[in-house]
């Protein structure tokens, strides 16, 4: 599969987030062009912090490829790495990671802060703006859509 492709997977996992209700983020893990695990964010729905879908998406990769180590993988996300999952990325050796939309708030692949820029044992190539467009539309729509659910229960 194409980058472009694989992106598509993580936009189609963003929607289903957004239809639990949740963030609109979605991650795809793959080796070689070849899907080896999706997810998106749960952290609503399973009431759990740890439920971006970058680490799930890397735990179900785990799994699947039966280590820890996934320095022959790549992750496509749709929303620039927090701090802890670039943590993640880092940990899993992760060989590159390519996201959509910036994250201005949290986002630790040079929006905010550039984790990989620090001396730690690994360094992922980053690579950003792939289907941003589409990545960040998704987020302010579910953003506009809370901020008017929050002015209705106001009006009531």
Same mark, same amino acid.
């Given at each position: 599969?194409?980058?472009?492709?694989?992106?598509?997977?993580?936009?189609?996992?963003?929607?289903?987030?957004?239809?639990?209700?949740?963030?609109?983020?979605?991650?795809?893990?793959?080796?070689?062009?070849?899907?080896?695990?999706?997810?998106?964010?749960? /952290?609503?729905?399973?009431?759990?912090?740890?439920?971006?879908?970058?680490?799930?998406?890397?735990?179900?990769?785990?799994?699947?490829?039966?280590?820890? /180590?996934?320095?022959?993988?790549?992750?496509?996300?749709?929303?620039?790495?927090?701090?802890?999952?670039?943590?993640?990325?880092?940990?899993? /050796?992760?060989? +590159?990671?390519?996201?959509?939309?910036?994250?201005?708030?949290?986002?630790?692949?040079?929006?905010?802060?550039?984790?990989?820029?620090?001396?730690?044992?690994?360094?992922?190539?980053?690579?950003?703006?792939? +289907?941003?467009?589409?990545?960040?539309?998704?987020?302010?729509?579910?953003?506009?859509?809370? +901020? /008017?659910? +929050?002015?209705?229960?106001?009006?009531?």
């Amino acid at each position: 599969m194409t980058d472009e492709e694989l992106m598509g997977l993580a936009l189609e996992e963003a929607k289903k987030a957004a239809a639990l209700g949740e963030v609109p983020v979605g991650a795809v893990v793959a080796k070689d062009g070849e899907l080896i695990a999706l997810a998106h964010n749960t /952290r609503e729905t399973e009431k759990n912090a740890l439920h971006h879908a970058e680490l799930l998406a890397i735990d179900a990769a785990c799994k699947k490829l039966g280590g820890w /180590r996934l320095w022959q993988c790549e992750l496509f996300v749709t929303l620039e790495p927090c701090p802890m999952c670039s943590g993640a990325i880092i940990n899993s /050796r992760i060989k +590159r990671v390519v996201y959509g939309a910036k994250d201005t708030k949290a986002g630790c692949c040079g929006s905010l802060v550039d984790l990989f820029a620090y001396p730690f044992n690994h360094h992922p190539v980053i690579e950003s703006g792939l +289907r941003e467009q589409e990545a960040a539309a998704l987020l302010q729509e579910f953003f506009a859509m809370l +901020r /008017r659910k +929050r002015e209705e229960k106001k009006g009531k």
